[in-house]
Nanobody, 115 residues
């Protein structure tokens, strides 16, 4: 069993910052890809950012230049630094990982951007 545990969500004012963290534990040999998805009310789940083992990160156009994704391969963790947050960023954020040939999801953490 593999478990993804998320933390760092909450309420923040527009223009503020939050940092989301995700830690993977369990039967892990190698994490090929880790990243974050989000789902707003009435919307389909969408990719926010993902990073491969070598360190190359990809971002959705809506968050590029505002969000930064990083990972620690030794500790099996990934962080999403979110700056200049906008109300449209409000969503449930889900950690995602490709481990071996299997895909895993965290339980989700709420991010609300409101004045």
């Amino acid at each position: 069993q593999v478990q993804l545990v998320e933390s760092g969500g909450g309420l923040v004012q527009p223009g503020g910052s939050l940092r989301l963290s995700c830690a993977a534990s369990g039967s892990i040999s190698s994490i090929n890809v880790m990243g974050w998805y989000r789902q707003a009310p009435g919307k389909q789940r969408e990719l926010v950012a993902r990073i491969i083992r070598g360190g190359t990160a990809n971002y959705a156009d809506s968050v590029k230049d505002r969000f930064t994704l990083s990972r620690d391969n030794a500790k099996n963790t990934v962080d999403l630094q979110m700056n200049t947050l906008k109300p449209e960023d409000t969503a449930v954020y889900y950690c995602n990982a490709l481990i071996r040939t299997d895909v895993y999801w965290g339980q989700g953490t709420q991010v609300t951007v409101s004045s």
